[in-house]
């Protein structure tokens, strides 16, 4: 299949017209994994389990909509959203063109955090796979440190920049990673309030574990994320993290102006 015939999908749209689609595009180690798994006790919510890379790969991507579609599990009779989320969708050049071409009416769920504690999250995702890292501080010490690629992340302007380009703002949301850690409810409502869905999610669907440093867990079986979320974080110095902080400065005051919106971290 090449990628014109894959365009031309979009005329002879296979899957049933009541199936609308949201993906969660980003960011990276913001709180993905638990917004899709919070999201999947909704009835009306069908989600795929896996990262599904298919705007963001080529090879994927040449596979077509069918492909896509088939690889989220879907219960005709109930669901009538589906939703995937794959995190790089947001860093990456050519999705947000590939799912404006094919998903016109897509909706975009974006959940972001304190760019300094994403960095870190980063940063301890990396150390884990690679033994001898140097520490964070001197990670950051050196002078090129806002051209390594978990630092420029957290500057979600200069992504956003390119999705406007492509979709009007009323077609995103911006969920609040920091508060879907505090008040993980508060935030599944206004994502159940943007898809249009009645609100079937609520604050006694969580408890708070401390066996996972108090991460906020589903009261349902299997309700906690795996080892790999909820990580330890290290102590950063106090001049690193001024350091990060003079640099997020504008990115963040761009961000609140691009997304109109004023959480409490930026
Ligand atoms: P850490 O493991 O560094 O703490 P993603 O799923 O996008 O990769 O994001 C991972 C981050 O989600 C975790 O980073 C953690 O801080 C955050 N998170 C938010 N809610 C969580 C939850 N209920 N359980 C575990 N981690 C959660």
């Known amino acids: 299949l090449t990628i014109s015939s894959c365009w031309s999908e979009i ?15 980003g ?80 909706q975009l769920i974006i959940i972001i955090r304190d760019p300094i504690t994403r960095a870190i999250s980063d940063y301890v995702q990396l150390r884990n796979r690679h033994r001898f890292y140097p520490s964070f501080d001197d990670w950051i010490s050196s002078s090129n440190f806002t051209q390594r690629t978990p630092v420029k992340i957290g500057c979600y302007a200069q992504y956003l920049r390119r999705w406007l380009k492509y979709f009007p703002r009323n077609q995103m949301h911006f969920v609040d990673g920091e508060n879907l850690i505090h008040r993980p409810w508060e935030e599944l409502e206004h994502v159940q309030t943007f898809l249009n869905l009645p609100v079937r999610i609520h604050r006694e669907d969580f408890y708070f574990n401390p066996n996972k440093y108090g991460f906020p867990c589903l009261r349902q079986t299997n309700g906690c994320l795996g080892l790999n979320k909820g990580r330890r974080h290290p102590v950063i110095a106090n001049q690193t993290r001024n350091k990060l902080n003079d640099f997020y400065l504008t990115c963040n005051a761009e961000l609140k102006r691009l997304a109109q919106i004023d959480f409490s971290w930026i």
């Open 27 to 106: 960011v990276k180690k913001c709180g993905t994994r638990a917004l899709l798994k919070f999201l999947s006790i909704h009835p009306a919510i069908a989600v795929a389990s896996t990262e599904l890379h298919f705007f963001d790969s080529y090879t994927n991507f040449q596979h077509g909509l069918q492909w896509y579609r088939a690889q989220i599990p879907i219960n005709r009779s109930s669901q009538h959203i589906i939703i995937e989320k794959t995190p790089s969708y947001f860093i990456n050049k050519s999705t947000p063109l590939r799912i404006a071409r094919l998903l016109p009416d897509a």
């Open 11 to 25: 005329f002879s749209n296979n899957h049933p017209k009541n199936l609308s689609q949201a993906i969660i595009v």
